[in-house]
Structures are given as structure tokens and as C-alpha cells.
């Protein structure tokens, strides 16, 4: 949470007189008449005031502004736009609230790399590809070779803010039966040329797509797994447009026959 604060500046009575402040000559006498000491008074009222600090110059003084209200910040409460203000005095100014909009997202410092083997739908026929994944932000990107990664664009990526599921873990057997393979899944808007498949599912305007990936080994998959549910963690809170999307994970709404066998692969 945030606590936000809001001060005021407590003026004094000005010391200058009208005039002086607003540079406004009067019939008066010639400076050529006044003597040195009078007239270096008189031309310095502007710039030394006769107010100074009772310590002298060189001590400090008690700030001027004033805390008029204060309000508390959080999570739940990023999308308002007036927030009551606690506090504040019968004298002050501000009617007790303030307007404002924040806009936040998330800056994940969770990072990871390593080869993952993904299963590709290639016209209707699945195959296997090993490839060389980075997460790093809120994206998970892949290339062919670790040194491919600097030398050139990468194969795709999956977008973490587009991703619907709501716990990445392994993969129900009724969907994948290999080793180690955990599932993640994200949605975009529907297009005429989605075919269902495995890796492809319509949900009404948008399509589910299903991201099977192998990890070489089950602590490597668990370790994934705990990075990629770190990651999306931190996104969901920061992001409000990706807190919601959760509930149209397929692998969320299936019969809980499928979990119980999800969870019986949990030994591989």
C-alpha cells in the first residue's frame, strides 16, 4: 500500500507594501538626496526582507507547509479517480477529496532461460521441437540455439498478459502424456481460419491456445513451473486488465476427472 499525503504552504502576513511589491513609483524624493545608508535601505527591501531567522542566517528553519489530508493507496483501489482525504482541517482549502488517474504496470524482474521441447501443430500432424526459451519481463521467447539469441529475431513468443491459466503446472494426461510436459494457455480474438486441434480450442469470439512444453527433467519442470506462476503472480496484481482473465482457461472449466488424472502424473 501507499500512503499518500498532501501539504499546504502556511503563508504570514507579507512584509512589503503594496507599492513595493508591485514596483509602483510614487512622487518621492531623489535617490540623489538620500544618504549611502538609506539609500542601500531602500533598494534592498525588495531582496532582504527585514524578517531573518532568529538563529541567524545560517540556521535552519521549520518548514512551512503543513500535511491538510492523507489517503491510503492500494491494489483494490488503483482504478478510482477521487479519493477521500483524512485529516484535514477546518481551515483548509480542500474540500476533503482530490481527482486524480493512475496508470501502472508491471515491470517483472523474474528471470529464467533454458531448453524446453515444444509441441508444434504442423497440418493437423503434432511434432516436437526443442528450442532455446528466455523469460525475461512479462514475455517468454524463443529461439533455435542459445547464440541465436543475439544474432537473431526469435521464433515466436508467448505473451504472459495473454495467458488464462490460472496455475501453470503439468499437463492432464487427456491432453499430453509425456514426460515432464506443463501447460499454459492464452487467448486471443478468434479468426476464420481456426481449425480445433489440440493445441487450438474455440470459446466463442476468442481462441484458447494450449502451450505444451517438456522440460528435460522434473526438477527442471518444477522449477519452470514455479518461475512462470512467480511471474504471472506479478503481473495480475499490477495489471488490472489481466486479473480477470483467468476464468476462461479451458483447463480451468474441465470435468474433475481430468484433474484427479492431472494430479496423478504429478510423479513423472
Not at 508467448?158 to 501447460?183: K, M
Not at 518444477?222 to 482473465?245: G, M, V
Amino acid at each position: 500500500l501507499v500512503q499518500l499525503e498532501v501539504y499546504g504552504l502556511q503563508t504570514k502576513r507579507e512584509i512589503l507594501d503594496h507599492e513595493s511589491k508591485y514596483h509602483i513609483k510614487k512622487q518621492e524624493k531623489s535617490m540623489f538626496s538620500l544618504t549611502p545608508k538609506l539609500k542601500m535601505n531602500k533598494e534592498s527591501r525588495l531582496t532582504r526582507p527585514d524578517l531573518s531567522s532568529p538563529g541567524g542566517p545560517h540556521k535552519g528553519r521549520t518548514s512551512s507547509f503543513a500535511m491538510v489530508g492523507n489517503t491510503i493507496i492500494t491494489l483494490e483501489n488503483l482504478k478510482r479517480k477521487e479519493w477521500r482525504l483524512e485529516s484535514v482541517p477546518p481551515v483548509s482549502p480542500l474540500e476533503g477529496g482530490i481527482r486524480f488517474q493512475l496508470n501502472c504496470h508491471s515491470e517483472s524482474q523474474v528471470r529464467h532461460r533454458g531448453f524446453l521441447t515444444m509441441f508444434d501443430d504442423v497440418s493437423g500432424f503434432g511434432a516436437w521441437h526443442r528450442r532455446w526459451f528466455v523469460l525475461e519481463g512479462n514475455r517468454l521467447t524463443f529461439w533455435k540455439y542459445p547464440e541465436n539469441q543475439k544474432t537473431e529475431a526469435p521464433l515466436g513468443s508467448i505473451d504472459l498478459g495473454a495467458c488464462v491459466t490460472e496455475s501453470v503446472e503439468i499437463a492432464p494426461r487427456e491432453i499430453c502424456s509425456r514426460f515432464n510436459t506443463f501447460l499454459m494457455e492464452s487467448r486471443r480474438p478468434a479468426k476464420s481460419s481456426d481449425r480445433p486441434s489440440l493445441v487450438l480450442v474455440r470459446q466463442g469470439a476468442s481462441t484458447i491456445i494450449r502451450h505444451l512444453l517438456s522440460a528435460d527433467s522434473r526438477e527442471e519442470r518444477l522449477t519452470w513451473c514455479s518461475i512462470l506462476n512467480k511471474a504471472l503472480e506479478n503481473l495480475r496484481a499490477w495489471d488490472p486488465q489481466t486479473k480477470d482473465s483467468r476464468s476462461d482457461s479451458v483447463s480451468s472449466t474441465e470435468s474433475g476427472s481430468t484433474l484427479a488424472s492431472s494430479t496423478s502424473t504429478e510423479i513423472w
